[in-house]
C-alpha cells in the first residue's frame, strides 16, 4: 500500500472539509472522486488547486471499473465514502437517483475495496480502512437522548 487515500463524495461541503483538513495534517496523497452533481462543487477545494498531494477524479462511485482501477492505480490505505445523495425533498422526486448511489453505488464500493483488500498482504489488511460517513438521510434520525451506539 502506498501513502495515499481514496476520499469519495470529497468535493462536497463536509468531504471538501475532510479532504482540505487532511492534507493540512498528512503527507499522504488523497485521490477524491466525486461526480459532481448538485452537492460537489470544486470551489469547496479552491485552496487545493496547486496541491499536487490532492488528485481530483471526476467519477461515480457506481462505476466498478474505475473503482477498480483507482484502487490498483494509487494502492490506498483506506477510503472514506462521503459519496450519498441526501436532501429528503430529492428523494421524493428523483427516488431513483438514491437507490444508485446510496445502495448500488456502496455496494460497489465496498465489493471493489473487498476486492482490492483480498489482495493485501497480511499486514496490509490489517491496517487497512473503509469508513462509511453519511446523514440522517441514509442511517436514520436519532432520537432524543438515544446513545449513538
Not at 462536497?12 to 466525486?34: H, K, P, Y
Not at 487545493?48 to 462505476?63: E, P, Q, W
Not at 445502495?103 to 483480498?118: D, K, M, N
Request: glycine share 6%; proline share 2%.
Amino acid at each position: 500500500m502506498k501513502n495515499s487515500i481514496l476520499v469519495t463524495g470529497g468535493a462536497g461541503f463536509i468531504g471538501a472539509n475532510f479532504v482540505i483538513d487532511w492534507l493540512a495534517q498528512s503527507d499522504a496523497t488523497v485521490i477524491n472522486l466525486d461526480c459532481l452533481t448538485y452537492a460537489g462543487n470544486m470551489e469547496n477545494l479552491a485552496s487545493l488547486s496547486n496541491d499536487a498531494r490532492h488528485i481530483f477524479v471526476k467519477g461515480s462511485i457506481t462505476d466498478s471499473a474505475l473503482l477498480q482501477e483507482l484502487l490498483a492505480t494509487h494502492q490506498p490505505c483506506a477510503v472514506v465514502n462521503f459519496a450519498a445523495e441526501s436532501h429528503v425533498d430529492r428523494s421524493i422526486h428523483s427516488p431513483e437517483d438514491f437507490i444508485q448511489t446510496n445502495i448500488v453505488g456502496t455496494f460497489r464500493l465496498l465489493e471493489c475495496a473487498r476486492q482490492y483488500w483480498l489482495g493485501l498482504a497480511d499486514d496490509d489488511k490489517a491496517a487497512f480502512r473503509f469508513l462509511h460517513v453519511s446523514t440522517d438521510e441514509v442511517y436514520g434520525s436519532l432520537k432524543k437522548r438515544r446513545p449513538c451506539l
